[in-house]
C-alpha cells in the first residue's frame, strides 16, 4: 500500500554537543543525570535561534532534494519554544531564507508532536495537488535560560537546540511514504498547564518553564490512572492505525525513530509496550542529542539514512507524540540510498 507520495529529502542542522558528565560538574544538572536518563550529550546553541537553524537544515534538504523554488507548494514550520523575536512568523523566515518563492507559509505549535503533525497535513495537502509538487518541513528550537532550564524543566527528558527538515513530494524520492495517522486526546491538556489561571504576559506565575510541576498537579486532580490510561491508549491507536493504513505487522518493521527522552521514558511509552528492542530504534543517536522538541523523528530518520544503518526494502515507524496530547505515526519504506548516504 502506498500514499503515492514519497520522501525527498532529510536534513539536520546541530550545533556543538555538551557532556551530561560535564553539565552535572558544572551543577546545571543533578548530579547522576546521565546514569538515570541515559542521555549522554545534549545540542546546545552557543547563538543562532531555532529558526536560523531551522533555515539552515532547509538549504541542505532543498540542496539534497535537487528541488527548485517552483516545486515547493507549501512551508510549514514547528516549533516549541520562543523563537527569537515577538509577534513574527518564524515560518515566512524560513521560507525567505531557504526556498525564496512565494507559496504559503505557516507555522505550527502542538509541542512535541509539531513535526510529525505538519507531516500529516503535508501529505494531505499533497493529495490533492498536482504531480512533482513537494512541501517543506522544518523544525527549530533554542531552549534558553532564564525562561527555560533544558536539564530541569521537564524531569526525565534534556531538551536540545538544532533545526530539521524534511521534502515531502508526489515525485519520486529515497523512500515511500506508506501511511501516516493522527489522534488526539485533548483530556490530557491541563497536564501541561497545571491549575495556574491564564496569564497576562509570559511566566506571569512560574519565573520558568516547569512541566514537573504542572504534571503533578494535573494528575493530582486527574489522578494517575486515568492519566496513563489515556497516554497509552493514544499512543497504540497512533501506531495501531499506521500499521493498518499501511498493510504492515509490527513485526515487519525494520527500524523505530522515537522521540529522543530519557531512557525511563521511552521504555514505559515505547520500549515495553511494543515490544521493541532498542537496537532497533534511534536511542542510540537521541541518547548522544537530546529532545529536539518538533524534530527528533526528522533527526532520526536523517541519522538512519546517512548513517547508512536503513537499507532499501527496510521499513520505518516514525512515533511522534505531544503534549495536548497529540499523537502521529507514519510508516515509510526506504526505496534507495541516495547520494548523501554513506555507503553501508
Not at 46 to 61: K, W
Not at 81 to 103: H, I, K, M, T
Not at 160 to 179: E, H, I, K, N, V
Request: hydrophobic share 40%; proline share 6%.
Amino acid at each position: 500500500m502506498s500514499t503515492g507520495i514519497s520522501i525527498a529529502a532529510s536534513a539536520s542542522w546541530l550545533p556543538r554537543r555538551v557532556r551530561t558528565k560535564d553539565a552535572e560538574a558544572r551543577g546545571e544538572c543533578p548530579p547522576g543525570t546521565e546514569e538515570q536518563l541515559g542521555v549522554e550529550s545534549v545540542t546546545v546553541s552557543d547563538g543562532l535561534s531555532g529558526p536560523e537553524m531551522a533555515a539552515r537544515a532547509a538549504r541542505i534538504v532543498m540542496a539534497r532534494s535537487g528541488a527548485s523554488p517552483s516545486d515547493i507548494r507549501l512551508v510549514l514550520h514547528a516549533s516549541i519554544y520562543y523563537q527569537g523575536q515577538e509577534l513574527w512568523a518564524p515560518a515566512s523566515y524560513v521560507q525567505r531564507a531557504a526556498v525564496g518563492n512565494d507559496c504559503p507559509a505557516f507555522w505550527l505549535g502542538q509541542v512535541s508532536n509539531g513535526g510529525m503533525g505538519a507531516m500529516d497535513l503535508a501529505a494531505t495537502h499533497l493529495a490533492a495537488a498536482p504531480e512533482s509538487s513537494s512541501v517543506l518541513i522544518t523544525t527549530g528550537d533554542r531552549f534558553s535560560p532564564p525562561g527555560f532550564d533544558r536539564w530541569n524543566s521537564d524531569p526525565g527528558t534534556v531538551y536540545a537546540d538544532g533545526g530539521t527538515a524534511l521534502l515531502l513530494t508526489r515525485g519520486r524520492g529515497f523512500a515511500r511514504l506508506l501511511s501516516i495517522a493522527s489522534t488526539s486526546r485533548p483530556e490530557l491538556e491541563a497536564m501541561h498547564r497545571g491549575t495556574a489561571p491564564f496569564g497576562t504576559v509570559p511566566f506571569t506565575y512560574r519565573d520558568r518553564v516547569d512541566l514537573g510541576a504542572c504534571k503533578d498537579e494535573f494528575i493530582a486532580e486527574a489522578g494517575r490512572s486515568f492519566t496513563l490510561a489515556q497516554m497509552a491508549d493514544g499512543q497504540r491507536q497512533a501506531v495501531k492505525d499506521a500499521l493498518a493504513r499501511s498493510g504492515t505487522e509490527l513485526a515487519d518493521i525494520d527500524w523505530f525513530v522515537l522521540p529522543h527522552l530519557g531512557r525511563r521514558r521511552l521504555s514505559a511509552t515505547f520500549f515495553v509496550p511494543f515490544g521493541i528492542d532498542p537496537e532497533r530504534s534511534t536511542w542510540r543517536w537521541g541518547r548522544t542529542v537530546g529532545h529536539l522538541g518538533a524534530g527528533d523523528q526528522f533527526s532520526g530518520l536523517t541519522y538512519l539514512v546517512e548513517s547508512g544503518a536503513a537499507q532499501p526494502g527496510q521499513r520505518i515507524l516514525m512515533a511522534g507524540v505531544g503534549a495536548g496530547f497529540s499523537w502521529t505515526c507514519a510508516v515509510v519504506e526506504i526505496e534507495d540510498r541516495p547520494p548523501w548516504a554513506v555507503a553501508a
